[in-house]
């Protein structure tokens, strides 16, 4: 069984900007739920506004699948896909591990009937060039680890009391795989020391 933490506050503030022509970039540190939470858009295109499946294009680029992948294959990848039947929703899932990505997402943003959203790791996302190609033209929403509130949501059937699950939640933070997880302390802390050093 997969958890998934409903993300209210984000997800109503990049709901917020669907449709609209700015791209919606997502930052934050590794595991902090970026990649989940542009499921969860996903989810919401196809139930509440009724995006058919054809329309929505996700791409994961830290996948084995793109390892070598140029800007131009990139651009010349996602343009073969898009739809001829309306907009197309674009998800491009840690966009970094592509050099030259600010340049592809440019030019489909200009050039094609796009809603572009799209996820980086904040160490390889604050390159100059996201202004040069992009000014203007995106929104940059950063994405933390789980608030105590996102954390209590979580945990509110759990017979802890308010007070242990902020003192584990101090102990531990606030990634969701250590939340979501029924680690002990050494575990908890061997996690987040893995993706701290990464």
């Known amino acids: 069984v997969v958890f998934v933490i409903d993300r209210p506050l984000y997800m109503d503030k990049i709901m917020a900007y669907t449709d609209t022509p700015f791209v919606k970039i997502l930052t934050g540190v590794r595991r902090c739920g970026k990649s989940t ?52 929703y674009l998800f ?31 160490s390889r996302m604050m390159s100059s060039e996201i202004a040069t190609y992009l000014t203007g033209r995106y929104i940059s929403i950063p994405v933390y680890t789980l608030s105590f509130a996102e954390y209590m949501e979580f945990h509110k059937d759990s017979e802890f009391t308010k007070n242990e699950l902020l003192n584990e939640y101090i102990r531990k933070g606030g990634f969701p795989i250590v939340a979501l997880g029924n680690f002990d302390d050494h575990s908890s802390y061997q996690i987040v020391e893995g993706i701290y050093t990464s």
Not at 54 to 68: A, L, Q, T
Request: proline share 1%; aromatic share 8%.
């Open 37 to 88: 939470i542009l499921k969860m858009i996903m989810e919401r295109l196809k139930t509440e506004r009724h995006i058919p499946d054809e329309r929505i294009i996700s791409c994961h680029y830290d996948s084995m699948e793109y390892v070598d992948l140029t800007a131009k294959d990139m651009y010349d990848q996602l343009k073969s896909r898009l739809s001829t039947e309306g907009k197309t």
């Open 92 to 122: 491009l899932d840690e966009v970094q591990e592509i050099e030259g990505w600010e340049r592809v997402v440019n030019s489909l943003a200009s050039e094609f009937d796009v809603d572009l959203y799209v996820t980086g790791s904040n």
